[in-house]
């Protein structure tokens, strides 16, 4: 006598094979070059779609999201549903590096403040979930915040996390928020942090800790010297 397989099984067996079907029809024809990017799935549809193989369907989504930009300027995308469709890409694929590449470098290169903040909203809430990995991505943003964005603070929020939940980070990023204090004249907070890098006992090349304590003895130089001058 054959036994029958439960209802809620079979249920979950056909709305995974359709869900596969239907992101198969939505990423193998790519869009007309005037159409909408449309809101991102769910992301259990698309870990449903997948079928367990999450990097495939990672890259085709990202060759779906993709052919858009190619059709129409990257400021004529709802950047919204870009967030949506890249963190999509991540949950299928934690490992992947390109929806941050997209977002740091790709996206965040059109010339609209709000929508580049969009894109470096994406990476900040990748960094925080996965720091050991996503580093260089959280440095690219510190550097778009800083240079592309012109905003100090939102660049040492970045570098400052980079610092605190990153030690494995190179010398370059761990140093980041040092010389974004500089830039913004913030003297005793630079020092401090050039304080609390050699402090931290996750300094150990030679040559960094000869680094730090010059950039420290000049900061402490500097400070004493603005002093003087506020007492004059």
């Given amino acids: 006598m054959r036994r029958r397989a439960p209802a809620a099984v079979l249920a979950l067996l056909l709305a995974a094979l359709g869900a596969q079907c239907a992101l198969h029809a939505l990423v193998s024809a790519p869009p007309a070059p005037a159409a909408a990017l449309p809101a991102a799935p769910p992301a259990v549809a698309l870990r449903l779609a997948s079928l367990g193989d999450g ?81 260089p991505d959280m440095g690219q943003a510190a550097l778009v915040a800083r240079h592309r964005l012109q905003d100090m603070a939102l660049a040492r929020r970045y570098a400052q996390a980079l610092r605190l939940h990153a030690p494995g980070a190179p010398p370059w990023a761990r140093q980041l928020e040092l010389f974004i204090l500089e830039d913004m004249n913030e003297l005793d907070s630079a020092r401090a942090v050039a304080g609390a890098l050699l402090a931290s006992g996750t300094v150990d090349d030679p040559n960094e800790i000869r680094f730090l304590e010059g950039r420290l003895r000049a900061l402490e130089g500097a400070a004493a010297h603005r002093t003087r001058g506020q007492m004059r």
């Fill in 55 to 135: 990097p495939a369907a990672a890259r085709a989504v990202m060759l779906y999201l993709h052919a858009f930009d190619a059709g129409i300027p990257l400021r004529e995308l709802d950047y919204g549903h870009v967030a949506g469709w890249l963190d999509g890409a991540l949950a299928l694929d934690p490992r992947s590096r390109q929806p941050l590449v997209a977002a740091s470098q790709v996206y965040a290169a059109v010339q609209d403040p709000a929508r580049v903040r969009v894109m470096l909203a994406v990476v900040e809430r990748a960094f925080a979930a996965d720091p050991a990995h996503r580093w």
